[in-house]
């Protein structure tokens, strides 16, 4: 069966790191641009990072950039994201899924094909 796996959320503290986890089985996560959602109870889905297959190039929210860096190791079929400097607007369920081409703005879901079940991140003290 074709899934993605997230892994590594938790509770952090204000000003904490994170690093998640988004393992491919039954696919190959080389061949696909793979991004990061998140999406807090009340509010939209919202897209965060992608990484693209073609050649590499990394996208960001404004509002995660120069926080969070996305990476990916095909050899171990898994995409990363480090999360750095957290903050409690961060909190959310955490969604790793794979398409085509990299898009992040509103509405770019469904054209992802994959979707992990989440994990749930908590930024608070």
């Known amino acids: 069966q074709l899934q993605l796996v997230e892994s590594g959320g938790g509770l952090v503290q204000p000003g904490g790191s994170l690093s998640l986890s988004c393992a491919a089985s039954g696919f190959t996560i080389g061949y696909y641009a793979i991004g990061w959602f998140r999406q807090a109870p009340g509010k939209e889905r919202e897209g965060v990072s992608c990484?693209?297959?073609?050649?590499?190039?990394?996208y960001y929210a404004d509002s995660v950039k120069g926080r969070f860096t996305i990476s990916r190791d095909n050899a171990k079929n898994t995409v990363y994201l480090q999360m750095n400097s957290l903050k409690p607007e961060d909190s959310a369920v955490y969604y790793c899924?794979?398409?085509?081409?990299?898009?992040?703005?509103?509405?770019?879901?469904?054209?992802?094909?994959?979707w992990g079940q989440g994990t749930q991140v908590t930024v608070s003290s």
């Open positions: 990484i693209s297959s073609s050649d590499g190039s990394t």
């Open positions: 899924a794979a398409t085509y081409k990299c898009l992040l703005n509103k509405g770019a879901g469904p054209q992802y094909d994959y």
